[in-house]
Nanobody, 119 residues
Framework: QVQLVQSGGGLVQTGGSLRLSCAVSGRTFSSYEMGWFRQAPGKEREFVASIWSTGMTSYADSVKGRFSISRVNAENTVYLQMSSLKPEDTAVYYC?????????????WGQGTQVTVSS
C-alpha cells in the first residue's frame, strides 16, 4: 500500500510564500505521476499542478507563474513551492499519486494540509 504524508502549509499574509511537501512510501515512487489539488470551503476539489516521472509539469491557469511543482525521486518526495499567495489560494491542499499498470489505475491521496492566506 502506498502512503502519502504531507507537511508544510499554515497561515501566511498576501504576497507571502509557503512550501508544501509530500513524502511517498514504497519503492515505486518514480513510476507515479504526482499532483497537487486543493479544496476551498464550499467548493469542489480542483487541480493545481502535476509532474510526470520525466519531470514534465502542468499547472492550473490560476497558479501559473506563482507556483512550482518539483520532485526528488531519490527522496520519494514531491514539493509545491507557492509564491505571491493570494487570499483565493486559501484551501486544503492534497497531494496525489497516480499511475496505470496493465490497464489498472491506482490513485492515492495525502491527508491534506490547510493553507490560509490573510488579506
Amino acid at each position: 500500500q502506498v502512503q502519502l504524508v504531507q507537511s508544510g502549509g499554515g497561515l501566511v499574509q498576501t504576497g507571502g510564500s509557503l512550501r508544501l511537501s509530500c513524502a511517498v512510501s514504497g519503492r515505486t515512487f518514480s513510476s507515479y505521476e504526482m499532483g497537487w489539488f486543493r479544496q476551498a470551503p464550499g467548493k469542489e476539489r480542483e487541480f493545481v499542478a502535476s509532474i510526470w516521472s520525466t519531470g514534465m509539469t502542468s499547472y492550473a491557469d490560476s497558479v501559473k507563474g506563482r507556483f512550482s511543482i518539483s520532485r526528488v525521486n531519490a527522496e520519494n518526495t514531491v514539493y509545491l513551492q507557492m509564491s505571491s499567495l493570494k487570499p483565493e489560494d486559501t484551501a486544503v491542499y492534497y497531494c496525489a499519486a497516480d499511475r496505470w499498470v496493465i490497464g489498472i489505475r491506482s490513485t492515492y491521496w495525502g491527508q491534506g494540509t490547510q493553507v490560509t492566506v490573510s488579506s
